[in-house]
């Protein structure tokens, strides 16, 4: 048997090119990472906190593994900037959503006012909000923890706006009295119960249908001073 019989053969030709890895173009260090982060949403929003990890975002953004690794240290690195970031931009929105309340208002117009933002708030940004009304999978505690505190901040900003209500509220025309931190309390959670619907349940509660109930309710409640 010669030499040449033992040496295996390649089962490619050598002119044929090598199937390579699709290119990930080239972005900026920021930009790279505002994509990685928007992959780690995509996947927790339509697959839950189990099914997250360093190849799922790779593979939604299209990269690399290395490339992950060179935004994010770790997974726990990646998740607390999507964290930090989603934590910011839904506090903000939710602020945004609520009317100035230092100038003059009608009680039941206002209400009506930041019912009609929120529904605007939640068809912009979906994801965000079903992961902090409706989360799916399981939940880590360092995220339940941020969530219960923004939700507090915000339920006493509109606890705040409820004793300025009841305050500017003089004469027989008064209602019976009204305990403004069970109130903000009940506001809230009925807000995240119609905002869960929304996310799920699309289309069973008219915007208008809601935004005209909450008119009469709070004119009931906190009727404007004449």
Same mark, same amino acid.
């Given at each position: 048997m010669s030499y040449a019989a033992k040496v295996p053969t390649s089962s *490619? *030709? !050598?002119d044929r090119p090598r199937k390579r890895r699709p290119y990930? !173009?080239?972005l900026p260090f920021e930009q790279r990472r505002e994509q990685l @982060?928007?992959?780690a949403l995509f996947v927790i929003a339509n697959d839950g906190y189990d099914r997250i *990890?360093?190849?799922?975002?790779a593979t939604r953004a299209g990269v690399a593994r *290395? =490339? =992950?690794y060179g935004a994010y240290?770790? @997974?726990d690195a990646l998740l607390h900037a999507l964290l930090d970031r989603q934590q910011a931009r839904a506090f903000g929105r939710l602020l945004r959503a609520m009317p100035d309340p230092n100038g003059p208002y009608d009680p039941a117009e206002f209400a009506a006012e930041a019912v009609r933002r929120m529904s605007a708030m939640l068809r912009e940004? !979906?994801?965000t909000w079903r992961l902090i009304l409706? !989360?799916?999978g399981n939940m880590p505690a360092a995220v339940r923890r941020r969530i219960d505190a923004d939700r507090e901040r915000f339920r006493r900003r509109v606890e705040g706006w409820i004793s300025r209500a009841l305050a500017a509220r003089t004469g027989p025309a008064s209602a019976p009295h009204l305990d403004a931190g069970v109130l903000a309390h009940a506001l809230v959670a009925c807000a995240e119960h119609f905002g869960v619907l929304a996310l799920t349940e699309p289309g069973r509660i008219d915007p208008a249908l809601l935004i005209g109930q909450v008119r009469v309710i709070m004119g009931v409640l906190l009727p404007r001073e004449r």
């Amino acid at each position: 048997m010669s030499y040449a019989a033992k040496v295996p053969t390649s089962s *490619s *030709s !050598p002119d044929r090119p090598r199937k390579r890895r699709p290119y990930a !173009p080239r972005l900026p260090f920021e930009q790279r990472r505002e994509q990685l @982060l928007d992959a780690a949403l995509f996947v927790i929003a339509n697959d839950g906190y189990d099914r997250i *990890s360093i190849d799922a975002v790779a593979t939604r953004a299209g990269v690399a593994r *290395s =490339v =992950v690794y060179g935004a994010y240290e770790n @997974l726990d690195a990646l998740l607390h900037a999507l964290l930090d970031r989603q934590q910011a931009r839904a506090f903000g929105r939710l602020l945004r959503a609520m009317p100035d309340p230092n100038g003059p208002y009608d009680p039941a117009e206002f209400a009506a006012e930041a019912v009609r933002r929120m529904s605007a708030m939640l068809r912009e940004d !979906p994801d965000t909000w079903r992961l902090i009304l409706a !989360p799916p999978g399981n939940m880590p505690a360092a995220v339940r923890r941020r969530i219960d505190a923004d939700r507090e901040r915000f339920r006493r900003r509109v606890e705040g706006w409820i004793s300025r209500a009841l305050a500017a509220r003089t004469g027989p025309a008064s209602a019976p009295h009204l305990d403004a931190g069970v109130l903000a309390h009940a506001l809230v959670a009925c807000a995240e119960h119609f905002g869960v619907l929304a996310l799920t349940e699309p289309g069973r509660i008219d915007p208008a249908l809601l935004i005209g109930q909450v008119r009469v309710i709070m004119g009931v409640l906190l009727p404007r001073e004449r």
